[in-house]
């Protein structure tokens, strides 16, 4: 069993930036694949980012790439995504999640899918004002 708890959300001007982070309990935290999804308002939820269980492989959609940075710190058990240059278009609530299934693995298909995650946390609402 994983809970999951985002924060850090809020209100930026274009251009700002925000960093979310998702606190983690469980047992399974240290060996799961993290993605960060999110969701705007009359859409699907999307992929943004996933991290494997060290954090030293990572992948990025490529609406977010070069301007979001997924981390984590397993001894906090805790997710980061950094933003940065925030544009109106990354308007949406985010969401961490956890696929306690991977146990060490890192496939990047089954990563950015919504159907791996088997966790999810309540969501935290970014809102990028022009």
């Known amino acids: 069993q994983v809970q999951l708890v985002e924060s850090g959300g809020g209100l930026v001007q274009a251009g700002g930036s925000l960093r979310l982070s998702c606190a983690a309990s469980?047992?399974?935290?240290?060996?799961?694949?993290m993605g960060w999804f999110r969701q705007a308002q009359g859409k699907e939820r999307e992929f943004v980012a996933a991290v494997n269980w060290s954090g030293g492989s990572t992948y990025y959609a490529d609406s977010v790439k070069g301007r979001f940075t997924i981390s984590r710190d397993n001894a906090k058990n805790t997710v980061y995504l950094q933003m940065i240059s925030l544009k109106p278009e990354d308007t949406a609530v985010y969401h961490c999640?956890?696929?306690?299934?991977?146990?060490?693995?890192?496939?990047?298909?089954?990563?950015?899918?919504?159907?791996?995650?088997?966790?999810w946390g309540q969501g935290t609402q970014v809102t990028v004002s022009s």
């Open positions: 469980g047992r399974t935290f240290s060996s799961s694949v």
């Open positions: 999640a956890a696929d306690s299934s991977s146990r060490f693995s890192f496939i990047i298909p089954r990563a950015r899918s919504v159907d791996a995650y088997d966790y």
